[in-house]
C-alpha cells in the first residue's frame, strides 16, 4: 500500500485546459513538497507547503496543503505543452526531521498543442 | 560542477555481477540521499548521510546494497550479486541543511538494467 496516493496516475489533456492533482495520505506529514520530472532527469523541487491549510501560488501553478496536513492538491491553469512531465508529490512524516522523503507514485501529465 | 553529478548515467550487467555507483553532491552540502525510482513509480528512500555518517539505511532493500560516504562528500552505493530485481534508476540529492526547510537537490540519476 502506497503511504502517498496520487490521482490521476495519467493525464492526457488540450492545451488551455485546467487541471488538478490529488495527493492523499492517512498519516500526517510535517511538510509536503511537489516535484516535476521530465525524462532522463532528476526531480525538480516546485513547492514546498508546511502549514495545514497553507496556499502557495507559482504563476499558472496553486498548490494546496490540507487542514490536517495528510493531502495536497496541485491546480494547474491553462495548460501549456510545456508543463508535460511527471509530477511528484513527497512528504517528510512527522518524527524525522532531516529530509527524508515518501513519494507518492507520481502524474505523468501531457498536454497537446 | 554547479549540481549533483552521477555516474555512469548508464550500467547494463549481467546478474551476478557487483556495481558501483558514484554521485558527487554540491559541494559543501551537509546531507545526502540516495533513492531507487522503479519504470513509472515515484523514489523510494534507500539512505541517509549527514556528512560521512549514515544516519539512516532503513530502504536498503537488502543486505546486497551498501553504501559509503567516507569523507563526508562523494557517495558511493554498490550493489553485489545483482539481481533483475535491481534494475532502476538510483538517484542521488543533496542538501546544505539537515532539515527540509532546504530545497533538495537530484542528480540526473544512474540508470541499472540487469540482464
Known amino acids: 500500500t502506497q503511504l502517498l496516493e496520487q490521482s490521476p496516475q495519467f493525464l492526457s489533456i488540450q492545451e488551455g485546459e485546467n487541471l488538478t492533482v490529488y495527493c492523499n495520505s492517512s498519516?500526517?506529514?510535517?511538510?509536503l513538497q511537489w516535484y516535476r520530472q521530465e525524462p532522463g532527469e532528476g526531480p525538480v523541487l516546485l513547492v514546498t507547503?508546511?502549514?495545514?491549510?497553507e496556499v502557495k501560488k507559482l504563476k499558472r501553478l496553486t498548490f494546496q496543503f490540507g487542514d490536517a496536513r495528510k493531502d495536497s492538491s496541485l491546480h494547474i491553469t491553462a495548460a501549456q505543452p510545456g508543463d508535460t512531465g511527471l509530477y511528484l508529490c513527497?512528504?517528510?512524516?512527522?518524527?524525522?526531521?532531516?529530509?527524508?522523503?515518501?513519494f507518492g507514485q507520481g502524474t505523468i501529465l501531457t498536454v497537446h498543442p | 560542477g554547479a549540481g549533483v553529478s552521477q555516474s555512469p548515467r548508464y550500467k547494463v550487467a549481467k546478474r551476478g555481477q557487483d556495481v558501483a555507483l558514484r554521485c558527487d553532491p554540491i559541494?559543501?552540502?551537509?546531507?545526502l540521499f540516495w533513492y531507487q525510482q522503479a519504470l513509472g513509480q515515484g523514489p523510494e528512500f534507500l539512505t541517509y548521510?549527514?556528512?560521512?555518517?549514515?544516519?539512516?539505511k532503513s530502504g536498503l532493500p537488502s543486505d546486497r546494497f551498501f553504501a559509503e560516504r567516507p569523507e563526508g562528500s562523494v557517495s558511493t552505493l554498490k550493489i553485489q550479486r545483482t539481481q533483475q530485481e535491481d534494475s532502476a534508476v538510483y538517484l542521488c540529492?543533496?542538501?546544505?541543511?539537515?532539515?527540509?526547510?532546504?530545497?533538495?537537490?537530484f542528480g540526473e540519476g544512474s540508470r541499472l538494467t540487469v540482464l
Open positions: 540529492a543533496s542538501s546544505s541543511m539537515g532539515s527540509l526547510v532546504g530545497e533538495l537537490f
Open positions: 498519516s500526517v506529514f510535517s511538510s
Open positions: 507547503v508546511v502549514t495545514g491549510g
Open positions: 513527497a512528504g517528510e512524516l512527522g518524527g524525522t526531521s532531516y529530509g527524508k522523503l515518501t
Open positions: 559541494s559543501g552540502h551537509v546531507s
Open positions: 548521510f549527514q556528512n560521512e555518517a549514515q544516519l539512516d
